[in-house]
Structures are given as structure tokens and as C-alpha cells.
T-cell receptor, first 112, second 112 residues
Framework: AQTVTQSQPEMSVQEAETVTLSCTYDTSESNYYLFWYKQPPSRQMILVIR??????QNATENRFSVNFQKAAKSFSLKISDSQLGDTAMYFC?????????FGSGTKLNVKP | DAGVIQSPRHEVTEMGQEVTLRCKPISGHDYLFWYRQTMMRGLELLIYFNNNVPIDDSGMPEDRFSAKMPNASFSTLKIQPSEPRDSAVYFC??????????FGEGSRLTVL
């Protein structure tokens, strides 16, 4: 069975500061992907960043980067220079055999 | 691409009525997923299709729920009869093999 755990229901950060969102997962499969999705108040789910399990190098997309620790089954998201538009729910997702398993989400509030 | 298109965006109905949610996936995507999002249970996978064929419907709550994909550009999720506990946001999403998951804007269902 696959599980995804996000242990931080809600976080706050000041604009321009850095914040890290945690995610741990569990799977017995060796071939999988990990994604972070963002869901702003508009409700639209938007891909933030993806990581293939076979790649050791951590993925980076502009202000967003991940810390992928495969042995620890950890996949945290770091947001640098936080902006007001980053306010949203963030979901960690594990993809195994074409199925997406989502965590419960972390609500991020960026304060001016 | 126009993105994943869902209708209706909002639906309010009375208990016992039939509800049909519709989805048009992105052209060329061969996987289609139906998710349900609630505060209590987060994002739950209901069913997914590959090349119009249902692959895994283990997430469908009960026989009141049914989903079809008669062709590559259209899918429906039907609830008959609806109950108040079915109130949720229903997302349709599509992807190519190995690609990211693209979500529609969701259909918010309220069953009174």
C-alpha cells in the first residue's frame, strides 16, 4: 500500500522569507515519481515541481526546490523569497503505477 | 490546449436526485482520473481510465456512483440517488503516460 503524510496542517511565513513544507511517503515500489501541487483559493490544482525517484539530484523550479531523501522516504518543498501569491494549499503526491496518492495538504499563509 | 474542462462548476440538488458531472480531458491524454475532495478525507481517487477503459474503480464509494468514458474526449461521473454525504468538490484530471496530472477546475456538489 502507498501512503503520503503531510504532518503540518497549516504554516505561516512572512513575505520574502523562506519556508519548508514536509512530506513523507511509503511505498515498496522502486519506480515512482513525486510531485508537489498547489491549490490556491481559486481551487485550481497546479503542478509546482516533480521529482523522479531514480534521480539523485534534487529538482528546482525557480523559487521552488525539493529535498529528496530516498532512504528516509522524505520529500520536502522549500519556497524561497515567499510571495503573497504563494498562499495556497500544498499537496504532496506519490505516483505509483499511474495512480496518484495525495497527502492531506498543508495550508500556507504568506503574510505581508 | 484548453485544459481539462468540467461542468457544471456548481451543482445544488436535493437528496435522491440524480447528478451527472462531465469532463473533457486534454486532447492526446490517454489517462483520465476522477477525484473527490472533502475537508475530512482530502483528495480521494474514485476511478481512472486508460484509453477509455476503466482500470481501477476501487475508490468508488458504492453502487450509487458510476463513471463512463464513451470516447477519448468525454467522461461522466453519475451519482444516483444522491445523498448529503456526497457533497464535495469533484475533480477530473488527465495525463499522458509519464506526464504530470492536469486538473480541471472542479465541480462543487451540494446535496441538500
Amino acid at each position: 500500500a502507498q501512503t503520503v503524510t503531510q504532518s503540518q496542517p497549516e504554516m505561516s511565513v512572512q513575505e520574502a522569507e523562506t519556508v519548508t513544507l514536509s512530506c513523507t511517503y511509503d511505498t515498496s515500489e522502486s519506480n515512482y515519481y513525486l510531485f508537489w501541487y498547489k491549490q490556491p483559493p481559486s481551487r485550481q490544482m497546479i503542478l509546482v515541481i516533480r521529482q523522479e525517484a531514480y534521480k539523485q539530484q534534487n529538482a528546482t523550479e525557480n523559487r521552488f526546490s525539493v529535498n529528496f531523501q530516498k532512504a528516509a522516504k522524505s520529500f520536502s518543498l522549500k519556497i524561497s523569497d515567499s510571495q503573497l501569491g504563494d498562499t495556497a494549499m500544498y499537496f504532496c503526491a506519490l505516483i505509483v503505477f499511474n495512480k496518484f496518492y495525495f497527502g492531506s495538504g498543508t495550508k500556507l499563509n504568506v503574510k505581508p | 490546449d484548453a485544459g481539462v474542462i468540467q461542468s457544471p462548476r456548481h451543482e445544488v440538488t436535493e437528496m435522491g436526485q440524480e447528478v451527472t458531472l462531465r469532463c473533457k480531458p486534454i486532447s492526446g491524454h490517454d489517462y483520465l482520473f476522477w477525484y473527490r475532495q472533502t475537508m475530512m478525507r482530502g483528495l480521494e481517487l474514485l476511478i481512472y481510465f486508460n484509453n477509455n477503459v476503466p482500470i481501477d474503480d476501487s475508490g468508488m464509494p458504492e453502487d450509487r456512483f458510476s463513471a463512463k468514458m464513451p470516447n477519448a474526449s468525454f467522461s461522466t461521473l453519475k451519482i444516483q440517488p444522491s445523498e448529503p454525504r456526497d457533497s464535495a468538490v469533484y475533480f477530473c484530471a488527465s495525463r499522458r503516460q509519464g506526464g504530470e496530472l492536469f486538473f480541471g477546475e472542479g465541480s462543487r456538489l451540494t446535496v441538500l
